[in-house]
């Protein structure tokens, strides 16, 4: 302990004190610490930092540069580093437009197919548009300089060719294989495909603006004048314009998901959508090469596409409610619903038990009303007799839905969010009831263990509330007398931001 001085006394020790004994008391303060207290590894490993989103985030846009010197240090061949470049910032962008759109994970599976898809036939695609078609003979006039006909090469010419050959994967996935259905999940895949034509496209400039240089620079011998030329083309091309392109297709992706909650609607839908991008990607391009003045403009035409996006990003979902809630009956179903056809049979396993589906509410409910819609504060508070009561109770409602689960396959995906939902709420439950019980009995490291444990759960829990709302979503969209059979309270539909469907 510190002696209290008082200020004669500090006047009086005021001066520096000699080297031995002022590096003895040193040495003597740097032995006492309390190093595991200092350095809480343990702590730090329980709670599985590698789980978290941002963290993951962090160590890969940190780390991932670094791994690209390692990879290419000696490599002669340019095409690697530049593939690696265009990869990472093509990751990394791909990593915050998931945050932003928050599709379902599903969505990953499709991620390799929709990216070869573009890189490969879409770029091929390109070229045939390019060299055969009309659209092609107008991309031309965007050679010209800065004029009407510049302008018109590129909205009547490069960019329809450009975001349709983005879209092009996406509306196959929509249209022919049915294998997305959510708008956040096809605006999110449309993203992919943005972000892999822009990653191509700039390998393929980053040669170009690297045989400019060496023309223009080391062969006239001004090689300081125009490296930061170069240096600021070469950054914008491979970071920002990749981002750009990932955002106008998930512009146009938003509206091919709202395409398919009305049949009568779909075609003039997607006109929209790619009209919007088509407009943007065709103005940025106009102005980005007029001058510093005209930079200024593609910079604002770059801003209003990223206000657009996160705009149809925070509505997208009230979107879809209201163009099934203004269609008639015969159009709300969605293109991608199932329609009975003659060869199908009218009963049998499109029937679905009433309690199954009831059941599913219940559930629901139960854990919304007990843990979502209670702050962890809360929960803490109540007594420890009543959450275990309540949890022996949802642990029989869920076995309950298990059992009476019906083996229809327009309700796997809701069933498999509703277990998710359930089971990673008990999860967190559990961890914050043991460290309500760890602390009534004074074992305040136990506690905190659990509560640390607690909250790794809670974005795991959010993330399954999400999925749940988007599946209850698309059974609203596709079956609105099934919907309306699950008997969803007032108080459960406000807490998931639903509404009901009136048939």
Request: aromatic share 10%.
């Amino acid at each position: 302990m510190y002696e209290h001085r008082t200020g004669q006394q500090a006047a009086s020790h005021s001066g520096p004190t000699s080297p031995a004994g002022g590096g003895a008391d040193w040495l003597q303060d740097l032995a006492s610490l309390n190093y595991r207290m200092l350095f809480p590894l343990g702590q730090w490993w329980a709670a599985h930092p590698w789980d978290q989103p941002l963290v993951r985030a962090i160590l890969f846009a940190a780390l991932g540069p670094m791994l690209i010197s390692v990879l290419v240090g000696g490599h002669r061949d340019p095409w690697l580093p530049v593939a690696l470049i265009c990869f990472y910032f093509a990751m990394l962008w791909a990593g915050v437009l998931w945050l932003l759109i928050q599709p379902q994970p599903r969505v990953v599976v499709f991620a390799p197919l929709i990216a070869v898809f573009t890189v490969t036939a879409g770029l091929i695609l390109l070229i045939v548009l390019h060299l055969m078609t009309p659209v092609g003979w107008i991309a031309r006039l965007a050679d010209a300089q800065f004029s009407l006909a510049h302008l018109l090469g590129h909205i009547l010419g490069v960019a329809p060719i450009e975001e349709s050959v983005k879209l092009s994967p996406i509306l196959f996935l929509v249209l022919r294989m049915r294998a997305l259905s959510s708008s956040r999940d096809i605006a999110y895949g449309a993203a992919l495909s943005g972000l892999a034509f822009g990653a191509a496209e700039a390998i393929d400039y980053s040669f170009l603006y690297g045989r400019t240089y060496v023309r223009f620079s080391v062969l006239q011998g001004n090689t300081v004048s125009e490296y930061g030329l170069f240096l600021a083309n070469e950054i914008m091309r491979l970071a920002s314009l990749v981002f750009a392109h990932g955002v106008w297709s998930a512009i146009a992706g938003y509206f091919v998901g709202l395409a398919t909650v009305r049949r009568s609607r779909t075609v003039a839908l997607i006109a929209v959508g790619l009209g919007i991008s088509i407009c943007l990607h065709g103005l940025y391009n106009t102005f980005v090469a007029a001058g510093a003045l005209g930079s200024l403009v593609a910079i604002g035409i770059m801003a209003i596409g990223i206000f657009l996006l996160v705009g149809y990003t925070h509505s997208i979902d009230d979107l879809a409610t209201t163009l099934v809630a203004e269609a008639p009956k015969a159009d709300r179903s969605p293109m991608l619903a199932y329609e009975p056809t003659e060869q199908t049979p009218h009963s049998g396993s499109l029937l679905v038990p009433p309690e199954a589906l009831t059941a599913y509410g219940r559930v629901v409910e139960a854990v919304l009303d007990h843990l979502v819609a209670l702050p962890p504060s809360h929960i803490a508070a109540r007594s420890t007799v009543v959450l275990r009561d309540w949890r022996r109770e949802l642990e029989m409602r869920l076995d309950r839905l298990q059992r009476a689960a019906p083996p229809v396959p327009m309700l796997d995906a809701l069933h498999a969010a509703v277990v998710a939902f359930a089971t990673r709420s008990l999860s967190a439950f559990g961890c914050y009831l043991a460290s309500l019980e760890a602390r009534n009995q004074g074992d305040i490291a136990e506690a905190q263990r659990w509560s640390v444990a607690a909250e790794e759960w809670r974005p795991r829990v959010a993330q399954a509330h999400e999925d749940l709302r988007a599946r209850l979503h698309d059974l609203a969209w596709r079956w609105p007398e099934q919907y309306a059979a699950l008997r969803l309270s007032p108080t459960l539909l406000r807490a998931l931001q639903l509404e009901p469907v009136s048939n």
